[in-house]
């Protein structure tokens, strides 16, 4: 059973930075893919990035391009996203997420953590 813990949300002022990660357990990760979305009241869960966990492809959505990274520590299993010059339509529920298929971890992944709270103020 994969297993996906997050941490790192918080209050952070505009303009401000933080960095989320994601412990992942419960399997060999060495095949699968991870990614990160959020959901923000009221509004549709939203892709944020994406990464393999060979790191040889990444990919961030359009709408954070420029200022979130996506990165991964295999030796500690974990996937972090790197948030810089946070806004306020950035305050939502991120969610670390997982799948052994690329195509599905970017869309409707298989497995999920519990989500990590982010608050951007003005």
């Known amino acids: 059973q994969v297993q996906l813990a997050e941490s790192g949300g918080g209050l952070v002022q505009a303009g401000g930075s933080l960095r989320l990660s994601c412990t992942a357990s419960g399997r060999t990760f060495s095949s699968y893919a991870m990614a990160w979305f959020r959901q923000a009241p009221e509004k549709e869960r939203e892709f944020v990035a994406a990464i393999s966990w060979t790191a040889g492809t990444i990919y961030h959505a359009d709408s954070v391009k420029g200022r979130f990274t996506i990165s991964l520590d295999n030796a500690k299993i974990t996937v972090y996203l790197q948030m810089n010059n946070l806004k306020p339509e950035d305050t939502a529920v991120y969610y670390c997420?997982?799948?052994?298929?690329?195509?599905?971890?970017?869309?409707?992944?298989?497995?999920w953590g519990q989500g990590t709270q982010v608050t951007v103020s003005s």
């Open positions: 997420a997982a799948d052994l298929m690329w195509r599905r971890v970017t869309r409707n992944p298989t497995y």
